[in-house]
């Protein structure tokens, strides 16, 4: 499956963005699809989660109640909603996806990412 994810920008603090990872492939309702971040000098961390069934999701903790993470398998698509934006949420956001039933939060644990698109809060 190849991942393009879009939807990145400048956006003040308390502002919101809608993130996308628009996937190829005729499968991908069998793929749970993560969305990762990487800070500058910072490693790469994960953000949220969304299963492939019943569309259970999971969160890191600094994002929950903020972040949403959902998927239209009709569109081959899956979005991170992103509200109440931080300046420390400014980072590369990338999707990644793995054809599991789990929820997996380890980036090595991903078989295919998207090229990461540029999210930048400002204070």
């Known amino acids: 499956v190849q991942l393009q994810a879009s939807g990145g920008g400048l956006v003040q603090a308390g502002g919101s963005l809608r993130l996308s990872c628009a996937a190829s492939g005729r499968t991908f309702s069998r793929y749970a699809v993560a969305w990762f971040r990487r800070a500058p000098g910072k490693e790469r961390e994960f953000v949220a989660v969304?299963?492939?069934?019943?569309?259970?999701?999971t969160y890191t903790n600094s994002v929950k109640g903020r972040f949403t993470i959902s998927r239209d398998n009709a569109k081959n698509t899956v979005y991170l909603q992103m509200n109440s934006l931080k300046p420390e949420d400014t980072a590369v956001y990338y999707c990644a996806a793995d054809e599991t039933r789990l929820l997996r939060i380890g980036p090595d644990e991903y078989d295919y990412w998207g090229q990461g698109t540029q999210v930048t809060v400002s204070s």
């Open positions: 969304i299963a492939r069934d019943y569309y259970v999701t």
